[in-house]
């Protein structure tokens, strides 16, 4: 890790995004070289307030690498949700309990019926089953909050998305620390509980 790696993460966007095509589509990311015996997950972070620049980099960044060959499986955590409710039959009815519920009765009834374990990863899995590529994309990970935590995502999909490298595009920061060991922190404010078992991808090298 070089000291130029980490002030990647506070770079302008063109090196940031030089910087993610030269590390996807290198023989050492598709290969999960040099990562031991830790699951080939990576977080991207980044401020909260490039969201919509991010969102026209990521495009940009899935039609780069794949002119190089990489085949990437992008989903999009909101749009998933959006076609599990409507595949359960309940998006309509949740939309019109919405406006009488309270927001934490609310909130916990979005939580039960996309429960990472049981309904959000397994439709991940499909996903990735009917798909050929070499990396998953995870993003939209702002717009599912707070009734989906990207850390409950990532610890659930350990053995699902083990063969292949998946990065999650994060609107937060990602700490990691001797002391403190890692977290997510949504928004770069909001604590999203320890997770130490991914690699922040501006500090790898090809």
């Known amino acids: 890790m070089s000291t130029a790696s980490i ?51 990521q495009k940009q960044l899935v039609n780069t690498v794949e002119k190089s060959g990489v085949r990437v499986l992008a989903i999009n955590l909101y749009d998933l949700v959006i076609d599990l409710l409507k595949q359960r039959g309940i998006f309509e009815r949740l939309l019109a309990v919405e406006a009488s519920s309270g927001k934490e009765e609310f909130r916990d009834t979005l939580q039960g019926v996309l429960d990472p374990q049981s309904h959000l990863v397994p439709a991940i899995g499909e996903r990735m089953q ?12 702002g717009q599912v909050f707070p009734y989906i935590r990207s850390h409950r995502v990532l610890n659930n999909l ?9 990065v999650m595009f ?30 922040n991808i501006y500090h790898c090298e090809t």
Do not use: W
Request: proline letters at 7%; aromatic letters at 12%.
């Open 158 to 166: 350990q053995v699902t998305a083990a063969a292949q490298p998946t």
């Open 7 to 57: 002030g990647l993460e506070t770079a302008p966007m063109q090196e940031r995004f030089e910087h993610l095509c030269r590390i996807i589509t290198s023989e050492r990311f598709l290969k999960m070289q040099g990562i031991g015996n830790e699951v080939p997950f990576y977080i991207c972070p980044y401020p909260p307030e490039e969201a919509v620049e991010m969102t026209r980099m």
């Open 130 to 141: 009917a798909a050929v590529f070499d990396v998953m994309f995870l993003t939209g990970v």
């Open 170 to 199: 994060f609107p937060g920061v990602y700490t990691q620390s001797l002391e403190k060991g890692a977290s997510l922190d949504l928004f770069g404010r909001l604590h999203d509980d320890k997770y130490y078992r991914a690699f």
